[in-house]
């Protein structure tokens, strides 16, 4: 809550599968979503961000073969449909999932294997 209270959103919540999906307004979050614990509304359980260039990896650039090469096998490969897509707000494509400790990084591709967001996601 002190993160949304710093950052305010541009608008009220979108659903998300296990919490709600926050747009904060501030410029440096552009295309960057907070993902809040609908069970402690208090508690971010996840950033997903569609804007992002970070250690070799660039949202609308990088295809899924360099991330592989870069960062090894995922833990998981999943596929996303279209109905599953929409759930996240994102294209359909494929999930891969990768663990960092008590936390998951999920890097997730459009069809065409080209990366459209980076997950980073809590335990709930």
């Known amino acids: 809550a002190q993160v949304l209270a710093?950052?305010?959103?541009m608008a009220d919540a979108d659903a998300f599968p296990g919490g709600e999906k926050y747009l904060p307004e501030e410029g440096r979050f552009r295309d960057t979503a907070l993902i809040v614990s609908t069970s402690e509304p208090s508690r971010?359980?996840?950033?997903?961000?569609?804007?992002t260039n970070v250690f070799g990896l660039?949202?609308?650039?990088?295809?899924?073969?360099?991330?592989?090469?870069?960062?090894?096998?995922?833990?998981?490969?999943l596929p996303m449909d279209a109905d599953l897509a929409s759930l996240y707000g994102l294209?359909?494509?494929m999930l891969d999932v990768y663990g960092t400790g008590e936390h998951e990084l999920v890097f997730c591709y459009n069809d065409t294997g080209i990366l459209q967001a980076l997950w980073l996601r809590s335990p709930q």
């Open 6 to 9: 710093a950052f305010p959103p």
């Open 58 to 77: 660039v949202t609308g650039l990088t295809v899924r073969a360099d991330a592989t090469a870069l960062y090894g096998q995922p833990l998981a490969s």
């Open 91 to 93: 294209q359909p494509g």
């Open 44 to 51: 971010i359980i996840g950033i997903l961000s569609r804007r």
